[in-house]
């Protein structure tokens, strides 16, 4: 320019935002959020993820890999569980939660956290220039807003969930179901396309009785929160998002899919908390089977099956004739007579079936090319990871959002068979077997057979998985939107003055 040239010096660069982000303590939203910490720091942001010490432990390979590549990413674990909570001292994320009778002091624990986050965020200089923060931790609300510092929100369901959530409050949907019976279905009002809900499958998290309050926070915090941040994109949902940022009022943010983020193998296989050993196996297995012969099988990180659920599940995929991988958690695989029927399946099913147990490397085994097909609880990790690798999927929803994610799947997008079923099970270890064999069997064969249904099924998922990809990319509408979130939270000279 002609000032460069005339030897005035260039205005120093402004110094980097830094975004501070606390998840809620479970995987499902710890997993997301870290993707979008790592995002900011390699876009040129500082990015800080508040977390409690155990969920730090298990983000050690995260960090590790974000120092070696010299991200500005940390760290900070705050004291959990607070004294007196009753709680024991692993219990720090939802997986840890023994039973039922746990989830209510839990939530409840999470909201003393404010005390340590006020100090933590006063320690800093300068003060970080946004908080993003999960919409099921509202206690960040109070500590933004005393030391003045924006707040966005980041919500974790599909913003087709997010939507009929605000339509159903704003109308007055959830009192109306509360009052009507059982069998009575509804419309939520105010949706781009027709959505009907029980009181089973009601719109909204903290629905559980003993949640009310933390319902009544989160709404709150929701409402004086200076935006939103999704993990959606905009091809996927445009409708959802625009009457979302209508009914808030304020920007919403759609940078997903996140998972998209993990490139290479280190990432892929780090998410979370470090995949089971054997990794290299459940590859090299994967490599041997077709392009696209696998079901791969697996509900998320919280819902836990008791074992006459798990012998159905197994019988159902022997039965379906398919080549399946299926994820069994370790507290499920605890007991001995599971462990053996389990180790007589894969006899039973050698070459085709394969059990993991623990903690699989869902992305990984999710963009293997042998993939095609997934059963889901219809987290919605789950799904919108399926869904940008292009893989249709058999929806099982288990509990709060995930009904709804089924018929966003299901019913708009087109990419899936549901295994039927109407109504939650209890979160952990819930008595009741609701998926029979047969159920399972059917859907699988539906998703993996021929025919023109599933071939459609398959190449909308295939043409969604490239939209997805496309947003992520430099030029893609998540790609743009991250850049206008950094740069918005830039301090220019303009804005300080
Ligand atoms: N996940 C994984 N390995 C597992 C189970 C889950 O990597 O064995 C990851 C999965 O890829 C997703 C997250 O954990 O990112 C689960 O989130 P989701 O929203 O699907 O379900 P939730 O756990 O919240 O019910």
């Known amino acids: 320019s002609t000032a460069m040239a005339a030897g005035s010096p260039p205005p120093p660069p402004p110094p980097p935002p830094h975004f501070v982000l606390v998840p809620l303590v479970a995987q499902g939203h710890i997993i997301p959020l870290v993707d979008l910490a790592r995002l900011l720091a390699a876009r040129g942001a500082r990015a800080t993820v508040v977390t409690t010490p155990l969920n730090v432990d298990r983000l050690r390979g995260v960090a590790e890999q974000a120092a070696r590549a010299g991200l500005p990413l940390e760290f900070v674990g705050l004291p959990f569980p607070p004294a007196g909570s009753g709680l024991p001292q692993d219990c720090q994320n939802a997986d840890m939660v023994a039973d039922n009778s746990q989830f209510l002091p839990f939530f409840f624990a999470l909201r003393e956290l404010a005390g340590p986050f006020d100090a933590y965020v006063r320690?800093?200089?300068?003060?970080?220039?946004?908080?993003?923060?999960?919409?099921?931790?509202?206690?960040?609300?109070?500590?933004?807003?005393?030391?003045?510092?924006?707040?966005?929100?980041?919500?974790?369901?599909s913003c087709f969930f997010a939507l009929c959530e605000i339509m159903a409050v704003d109308h007055g949907l959830l009192e109306l179901i509360a009052a009507a019976g059982d069998d009575e279905r509804h419309l939520v009002p105010g949706m781009p396309v027709p959505v009907t809900v029980t009181k089973a499958t009601p719109p909204g998290l903290f629905c559980y009785p003993g949640t009310e309050l933390l319902r009544r926070e989160a709404m709150e915090a929701m409402r004086t929160a200076d935006g939103a941040v999704l993990n959606t994109f905009s091809d996927l949902e445009a409708q959802f998002l625009e009457g979302y940022e209508a009914a808030l009022g304020k920007p919403v943010w759609a940078l997903g899919p996140l998972s998209l983020c993990n490139r290479d193998e280190d990432s892929t296989t780090s998410r979370g908390k470090t995949a089971v050993d054997g990794k290299q196996a459940i590859m090299a297995w994967l490599d041997e089977q077709a392009p696209g012969s696998v079901v791969y099988v697996s509900f998320g990180s919280v819902a836990r099956k008791l074992p006459k659920q798990l012998f159905e599940i197994g019988h159902g995929l022997e039965d379906s004739g398919r080549s399946f991988l299926w994820v069994v958690k370790e507290r499920e695989a605890a007991a001995?007579?599971?462990?053996?029927?389990?180790?007589?399946?894969?006899?039973?099913?050698?070459?085709?079936?394969?059990?993991?147990?623990?903690?699989?490397?869902?992305?990984?085994?999710?963009?293997?090319?042998?993939?095609?097909?997934?059963?889901?609880?219809?987290?919605?990790?789950?799904?919108?990871?399926?869904?940008?690798?292009?893989?249709?999927?058999?929806?099982?929803?288990?509990?709060?959002?995930?009904?709804?994610?089924?018929?966003?799947?299901?019913?708009?997008?087109?990419?899936?068979?549901?295994?039927?079923?109407?109504?939650p099970v209890m979160i952990f270890d819930d008595e009741s077997a609701p998926v029979a064999r047969g159920d399972i069997a059917r859907a699988v064969s539906a998703l993996m057979g021929g025919g023109a249904e599933a071939d459609e099924r398959r190449r909308k998922a295939k043409e969604y998985g490239e939209k997805a990809r496309r947003a992520m990319e430099e030029g893609g509408s998540s790609y743009e939107n991250l850049t206008r979130l950094i740069q918005s939270f830039t301090r220019s000279e303009d804005k300080e003055h």
């Not at 923060?133 to 929100?153: E, H, K, M, Q, Y």
């Not at 699989?360 to 990871?385: D, I, K, M, Y």
């Open 336 to 423: 001995p007579e599971v462990r053996e029927w389990l180790d007589a399946l894969e006899a039973r099913t050698a070459g085709r079936g394969l059990v993991v147990r623990g903690w699989a490397p869902q992305l990984a085994v999710l963009s293997h090319r042998a993939v095609g097909g997934f059963v889901t609880h219809c987290g919605w990790n789950s799904v919108l990871e399926s869904i940008a690798h292009g893989v249709p999927v058999v929806t099982w929803p288990h509990f709060s959002d995930q009904f709804l994610n089924e018929r966003l799947v299901v019913d708009v997008l087109g990419v899936g068979v549901p295994v039927g079923v109407a109504s």
């Open 123 to 157: 320690s800093l200089a300068p003060r970080p220039s946004c908080i993003i923060s999960d919409w099921c931790s509202p206690w960040t609300a109070g500590v933004a807003s005393s030391l003045g510092i924006p707040r966005l929100f980041f919500h974790g369901p």
